[in-house]
């Protein structure tokens, strides 16, 4: 089975901070994702990567920037911290697929409040 | 741009009897629809997928979906329902372009099963 595992369940941070979310699959899936849910919503897309070193902003990148320096790690950076960013955060990972006709396979997420 | 609707916030159904989680959808070209549940405090997990052939689809758990091209639909559908059943369920759609695209959720439906 395909393991997401996010580095923390539950984060409580100060406004100003810098935060970091880390991601690891162990499927060696070339794309990754960051999404935030928030009750209303849905799921929003912040970025993705399909492939080490790249990025893509999906619909929501303000505020945030990512980091892919190995295929099976993606980490997910709020610069400086606003209670805004008090949210779920999901991360994601796939296999390329031509076309993209392959599922998701999420972690459980990671609760973030900031204070 | 795709686009996925999910038109019941909320879907009340008794124990035994079948269940119905509607999603409706809007993509050019040909496309790739998925189905995910996400239970309390975790991530989603994938049920099922579209891709082609038999527009019935059987997925995770018992649960089935129905491609309906003339009315772009791919509702969730079960027989019958199981109080363990209660989460939130998430249609999706790729377009099916290339390889990094991402999908487009909904907004998801929190279905309910009563004793």
């Known amino acids: 089975d395909v393991k997401v595992t996010q580095s923390s369940r539950y984060l409580v941070k100060r406004t100003g901070e810098k935060v970091f979310l880390e991601c690891v699959q162990d499927?060696?899936?070339?794309?990754m994702f960051w999404y935030r849910q928030d009750p209303g919503l849905g799921l929003r897309l912040i970025y993705f990567?399909?492939?080490?070193?790249?990025?893509e902003k999906g619909d929501i990148p303000e505020g945030y920037s990512v980091s892919r320096e190995k295929k099976e790690r993606f980490s997910l950076i709020l610069e400086s911290a606003s209670t805004n960013q008090t949210s779920m955060y999901l991360c994601?990972?796939?296999?390329?697929?031509?076309?993209?006709?392959?599922?998701?396979?999420f972690g459980d997420g990671t609760r973030l409040s900031i204070l | 741009a795709q686009s996925v609707a999910q038109p019941e916030d909320q879907v009340n159904v008794a124990e035994g009897n079948p269940l119905t989680v509607k999603c409706t959808y809007s993509?050019?070209?040909?496309?790739?629809l998925f189905w995910y549940v996400q239970y309390p405090n975790r991530g989603l997990q994938f049920l099922l997928k579209?891709?082609?052939?038999?527009?019935l689809v059987k997925g995770s758990y018992g649960f089935e979906a129905e491609f309906n091209k003339s009315q772009t639909s791919f509702h969730l559908k079960k027989p019958s329902a199981l109080v363990s059943d209660s989460a939130l369920y998430f249609c999706?759609?790729?377009?099916?372009?290339?390889?990094?695209?991402?999908?487009?959720f909904g907004k998801g439906t929190r279905l309910s099963v009563i004793a």
């Open positions: 994601a990972s796939s296999l390329i697929g031509i076309p993209s006709n392959q599922p998701q396979h």
């Open positions: 499927m060696d899936h070339e794309n």
């Open positions: 990567s399909y492939d080490v070193k790249m990025k």
């Open positions: 993509v050019s070209g040909n496309p790739y």
């Open positions: 579209y891709i082609t052939g038999d527009n």
């Open positions: 999706a759609v790729s377009p099916g372009l290339t390889g990094n695209t991402p999908l487009v």
